[in-house]
């Protein structure tokens, strides 16, 4: 069974930074695009990010780019490095593993892909 699990979220002041963390197992990091989205309350869940390790690709959403970094820096981790965080960021955060995609090119940001996603971490920007 495929379990990825979200961590580092929290509470956060505007122009403050958070790292979040996608734990999963190293096979699934290594062979599938691993997706980061949100969901803010009252809004549709969007893509934020995308690591793939199989063709070393990444990926933003025009809204995080510049400010957001995907990194995958041990066997079974994967962290999203949060910079210069606005309100507009608050949302619950997840993890999703496409299973059958093996870049981060075009539609990374199509959730219906992915085929096992995390429980979610809340962030919160706010002063």
């Known amino acids: 069974q495929v379990q990825l699990v979200e961590s580092g979220g929290g509470l956060v002041q505007p122009g403050g930074s958070l790292r979040l963390s996608c734990t999963a197992s190293?096979?699934?990091?290594?062979?599938?695009?691993i997706g980061w989205f949100r969901q803010a309350p009252g809004k549709d869940r969007e893509g934020v990010s995308c690591f793939s390790n199989s063709d070393d690709t990444f990926a933003y959403s025009d809204s995080v780019k510049g400010r957001f970094t995907i990194s995958r820096d041990n066997a079974n981790e994967l962290y999203l490095q949060m910079n210069r965080l606005k309100p507009d960021d608050s949302a619950v955060y997840y993890c999703?593993?496409?299973?059958?995609?093996?870049?981060?090119?075009?539609?990374?940001?199509?959730?219906?892909?992915?085929?096992?996603w995390g429980q979610g971490t809340q962030v919160t920007v706010s002063s």
């Open positions: 999703a593993a496409d299973l059958d995609r093996y870049t981060c090119g075009g539609g990374w940001y199509r959730q219906a892909t992915y085929d096992y």
């Open positions: 190293t096979l699934i990091l290594d062979t599938s695009a």
